[in-house]
């Protein structure tokens, strides 16, 4: 066995000591929120489908009832043969991009294959070493790797601490050429939200831009699910709005609306839009039709937000401690191995539920991330909390 092979089995001995090795399973996606894992099925409440989509019989049955022989290599292709600049940009995309940007009432909008790609590639084609970026310490793993692959200064502060913001722009802010503030709307695995308006303020005040990727909050938050910005009333003053197709909108793909100007840049220096293939035709298409029912599903969204309220307080009830105030709703272990043992008791009662572990957040913080979206119902969630009691006991 080559050294390198060694040295890998050793460190994964390593991480599973840890209780932090992790394995892949097949699933089987079901209706009314469910899956189906080796023969068995489960609520779930490890997926980010918040509004149901991905697994909604009939929205695919309307999507694919549409399908000709007309239109069948436009819209339904299953490869787009080329990077976008090649030959990949098929004419869905560019019905997409129009789309979002009058939803968002902005110049432009540009697609990402991901929400990964999306932030490794923004920061490093806007910021050089004469810049600083300002970012919240829990912003999640790809704008930490876009920070990294930028050459600007990094300085993470507080989680939601705004004051720590204004005290090192008042110090330092003619230090640098351009200032990026950056941050969540709703953060992934403690389901709180940021104060959107104070960062407008600040931003405003020290002359930085504003970056806010809502891969958690568009579809399910705002009153047109334009997201939590939207919620607040300020997405129009923010200038680097981002999201994901890849949760509420049961898809593939990232997005950036803005001005014109951001786009092209964008688009002409940013690594990941630049040297990957496209999305195929019928991912695409797939999110233009998604896109039109987005602004109608109010019902949907009060739905989830009720859902979450009731589990949160349930969940106190019993004594356990959760935090937020968003559809994601952890509960709070510390130990890793505690929090995995718990989950697989939690699921040997029908609840897929993960546990979230170090290097995802801090040592000593493991925690049980429950996330619900709009095809459960409240009665499939009510014996949970006391299952979860118990298994932590």
Known sequence: MPDLYQQLTEQLGEIEQQGQLRNLVPVVHLDHGRIEINGRRYLNLAGNDYLGLATSHGLLEAFFTEQNKDNLLECYGLGSTASRLMTGNTRPYAQLEQQLALLYQTEAALVFNSGYHLNIGILPALSGKQDLI?????????????????????????????QAIEQVLAQ?????????????SIFSMDGDTADLAELVRLKNRFQATLYVDEAHGVGIRGAKGLGLAEEQGVHQAIEILTGTFGKAYGGQGAFVVGPRIL????????????????????????????????????????????????????????????????????????????????????????????????????????RLRLSLNAAMDWEQLAPLPAIIAESLR
């Open 172 to 184: 330092d802010r003619e230090r640098y050429r351009q200032v990026f503030i950056v941050t969540e």
């Open 134 to 162: 300002l970012a919240d310490k829990l912003c999640h793993a790809s704008l930490i790797d876009g920070m990294r692959l930028s050459r600007a200064k990094v300085i993470r502060y507080p989680h939601l601490d705004y």
């Open 263 to 366: 786009i092209d840049f964008l688009l002409n220096t940013a690594r990941p839009q630049i040297f990957s293939t496209g999305l195929p035709p019928v991912s695409a298409h797939w999110l233009c039709y998604v896109l039109r029912q987005i602004p109608l599903l109010q019902e949907q969204r009060a739905k989830v937000a009720t859902m979450a309220e009731n589990l949160r307080q349930a969940l106190r009830d019993t004594g356990l401690k959760t935090l937020g105030s968003s559809n994601i709703v952890p509960v709070m272990v510390g130990d890793a191995t505690r929090a995995v043992t718990a989950a697989e008791r939690i699921c040997s009662s029908g609840y897929w539920v993960k546990a979230v572990r170090p290097p995802t957040v801090p040592v000593g913080t493991s």
